[in-house]
């Protein structure tokens, strides 16, 4: 009698799970959004902020190769915008990490060689600046940088080798404005560097990190090969002209992370998450365990919200920063170079502002827009 009590309990609990578990959204061609971009545009006015879940979500799911994460196999910047600005190598072609790297790798303990190997080595924030390493960090990572990398979809790298923008030679060839297919994706990643610690990678699965394969370069050219732990994640796509921006992180993120005040303070995320944004991630935080210690911040479609950053990636200038008006500035002109979006602080007092809302066309006279995308800037001139 009680044993049957009890499954009758589990299976009603089971039905309730399933009840609840109703998402349908379909992850199999989310990146061309399944061939009806009109519908996806109607998700996106019901509720931007599922939307943006659900492509986190189908971002995360098993790459085909069955050992990444989806958003992992795209392609990073530094494969896409090479030192002597050469042609790039077709999307999906493989690739090898330096062999420095690939014999410290297979000294590692758990490290695959087939998984991906995230190159993070960049530390410098739009504002210049880094964020440091603190809190429940040990003592050998104290201070140190989060680090970052770029990503992009097929799409968006067809696109700049079909106009041959990923060099300067090619960006400064241009003659009109750039104009992304709608099926363009990019990823804007943040990690804490882990290197061979387990206890503390141990402690950072308990916290929801994903953890992955990564290494750097040092100064002196050597390479640092480690785990690192994915504690920011920017996505956006070009559903819609002006881009839809979101953004992720953990929510352990203040444990691991400070200011630069003195004494530095755990760094928080001073933007969101948005009141839009709280019910969806409660809702999907339980339909999806391996996500579950991940938020949305928001989604901003042009100035709405008007304010959006990522704790990780924007953060000593959370209070200046809107993606959309930022990336709009995207620009390059063949006299002037990229446009420089720091603007001088109000009344000659110095500080320095960034755009918060859309910079008009006219301050644009001779430059060629980029579309939105900044990462165009890390292309190098050819060299023979
Ligand atoms: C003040 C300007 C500024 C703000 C605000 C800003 N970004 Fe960026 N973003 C940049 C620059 C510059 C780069 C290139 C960085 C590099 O090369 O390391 C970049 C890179 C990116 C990339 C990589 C692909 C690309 O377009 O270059 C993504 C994705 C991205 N940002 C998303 C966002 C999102 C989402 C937000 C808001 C939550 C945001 N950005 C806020 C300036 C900004």
């Known amino acids: 009698m009680r044993r049957a009590i009890t499954i009758t309990v589990l299976s009603t609990l089971a039905g309730l799970a399933q009840a609840d578990n109703t998402n349908t959204f379909n992850c199999s061609n989310f990146l061309t959004f399944n061939g009806n971009q009109a519908q996806a545009r109607d998700l996106l006015g019901t509720s931007k902020e599922t939307l943006s879940w659900n492509w986190f ?42 062999e420095d790297v690939t014999k410290q790798a297979a000294k590692i303990a758990g490290m695959n060689l087939k998984r991906a190997f995230h190159n993070l080595n960049a530390t410098q924030q739009v504002d210049g600046l880094t964020l440091e390493m603190g809190g429940a960090v ?56 882990i290197g061979e610690d387990a206890t503390y990678q141990a402690q950072l699965e308990k916290d929801g990190y994903y953890i992955a394969q990564a290494y ?61 944004a709280v019910p969806v991630n409660t809702q999907f935080q339980g339909w999806y365990g391996n996500l579950s210690r991940y938020e949305l911040i928001g989604t901003q479609l042009e100035t709405s919200p008007k304010l959006l950053a990522n704790s990780q990636l924007e953060s000593a200038f959370q209070t200046q920063s809107s993606c959309f008006a930022c990336h709009g500035t995207a620009a390059y002109s063949k006299n002037d170079g990229y446009f420089n979006f720091a603007q001088g602080g109000d009344a ?24 939105y995308v900044w990462s165009l800037k890390r292309a190098q001139w050819q060299r023979p």
């Open 57 to 98: 979500n189908c971002l995360n799911q098993l790459a085909p190769n069955g050992l990444d994460r989806v958003w992992e196999t795209m392609k990073p910047s530094d494969q896409v915008y090479l030192a002597d600005g050469a042609k790039p190598t077709p999307y999906g072609t493989p690739f090898t990490p330096p």
């Open 138 to 193: 040990p003592a050998s990572q104290r201070g140190k940088p989060v680090r970052f990398q770029l990503l992009m979809s097929e799409s968006t790298f067809d696109y700049i080798v079909d106009q041959g923008v990923y060099n300067m030679n090619g960006q400064d060839a241009l003659t009109s404005d750039l104009n992304f297919p709608s099926t363009s994706w990019e990823v804007k990643a943040g990690w804490l560097w």
């Open 216 to 276: 750097y370069q040092n100064k002196d050219g050597t390479y640092e090969v480690g785990y690192a732990a994915l504690t920011a994640l920017h996505v956006i796509n070009k559903l819609v002209t002006g881009w839809v921006w979101t953004t992720f992180e953990n929510v352990n993120n203040h444990l691991y992370t400070v200011t630069n005040d003195i004494p530095s303070q755990p760094m928080t995320n001073s933007t969101g998450p948005t009141p839009a």
């Open 348 to 371: 000659g007092q110095g500080g320095i502002v960034y755009p918060t809302e859309p910079v008009p066309a006219s301050e644009f006279k001779g430059y060629n827009k980029l579309d």
